[in-house]
């Protein structure tokens, strides 16, 4: 254990020349700590520090989060059980983290530390509960990408399971790199469902983060009571004077934001909406549906964190069906 023991004691200098401890434990709507699940491979320092604006809002401390595959370092026929390995790669993480951290303390943010042996989905749940992490970010490449970062299942199972807002990190398929800036100009896609209202309450607290945002519905074609174009028309007026109230939201909180209603297949309108509108990130409230229906049914929340080019944010349904 002695690269924890180093790292812990190196941690703990820091927090004796002057950084404080984050003694904000009460649940807020805003982002105070930030559970940051890293491979390193493709979530990287550069990501990181495309979040650091968040600073301007509330954010004041990051907890690192490197979680080994337990088949890396499983026993095996004639091998047993790897622990050679598993000290590599924990040395490993260790020497990005404290590389990290370093950085961070020089900013006068706090940092903490997980480097566990386990299962993703459940390692990153109780880490979060642990700290009270106000915002868990895992990395995911688009799906054009041939290879991906953490599996589907894994996003999905995680997106179900946990009670927290979640921000899947994405490598934009032009260039390969990430957003300078995720909160600069999302895109929330709304319904009007409790976990829709809830991600409104969320975002209203980012004045100085959010340049502007786009509040998008996308209706059905089922909601058409007719083919004419009065009938589209008067759709999407009654929709926009909804939209328009949500945008009073944000405008009350010094948020700039314009509202759009869109007609047809809800995924694909808003990927549409995101690319015209040249946003940032998606913005979605989780649909709450159990992990087997997420699987075998799907919903457009899980398809947009796991399959979309974009960046997802996906706020918690908050126990609401």
Not at 14 to 31: D, P, R, S
Not at 171 to 195: Q, T, Y
């Amino acid at each position: 254990m002695f690269w924890l023991i180093r790292l812990k004691k190196y941690l703990a200098d820091k927090i004796k020349k002057g950084v404080a401890v984050n003694q904000h434990n009460e649940k807020t709507m805003v982002i105070r700590k930030m559970l940051f699940v890293t491979k390193f491979e493709e979530l990287g320092f550069g990501a990181l520090q495309s979040l650091l604006p968040l600073r301007k809002s509330a954010l004041e401390h990051v907890i690192f989060m490197n979680v080994i595959e337990r088949d890396r370092v499983a026993m095996q026929r004639g091998v047993g059980y790897k622990k050679s390995e598993e000290r590599k790669l924990r040395e490993q993480a260790n020497i990005r983290f404290i590389d990290w951290a370093e950085n961070l303390f020089e900013q006068g943010m706090e940092v903490g530390v997980y480097i566990v042996v386990g299962n993703l989905v459940p390692q990153v749940i109780d880490a979060a509960e642990k700290e009270n992490a106000d915002l868990v970010v895992i990395g995911r490449r688009s799906r054009k990408m041939m290879e991906v970062f953490y599996s589907g299942a894994d996003i999905t199972e995680l997106l179900s399971r946990i009670e927290r807002p979640v921000l899947v990190y994405k490598n934009r398929v032009d260039s390969g790199s990430v957003s300078e800036k995720p909160f600069d100009k999302p895109l929330l896609a709304v319904d009007w469902s409790p976990a829709s209202m809830r991600a409104v309450e969320y975002l209203k607290n980012f004045k100085d983060v959010i340049r502007k945002i786009n509040v998008v519905h996308v209706a059905s074609r089922k909601e058409l009571k007719g083919t004419s174009n009065l009938d589209i028309q008067q759709l999407r007026k009654e929709k926009r004077e909804k939209l328009d109230k949500i945008c009073e939201v944000f405008a009350a909180n010094g948020i700039e934001a314009r509202s759009h209603v869109y007609v047809g297949d809800t995924i694909e309108e808003i990927e549409r909406a995101a690319g015209e509108r040249k946003s940032t990130l998606i913005v979605m409230g989780s649909s709450g549906k159990s992990v087997w229906a997420e699987r075998w049914i799907g919903s457009t929340p899980r398809y947009i964190a796991e399959k979309s080019p974009f960046p997802a944010l996906i706020i918690p349904h908050g126990g609401e069906n």
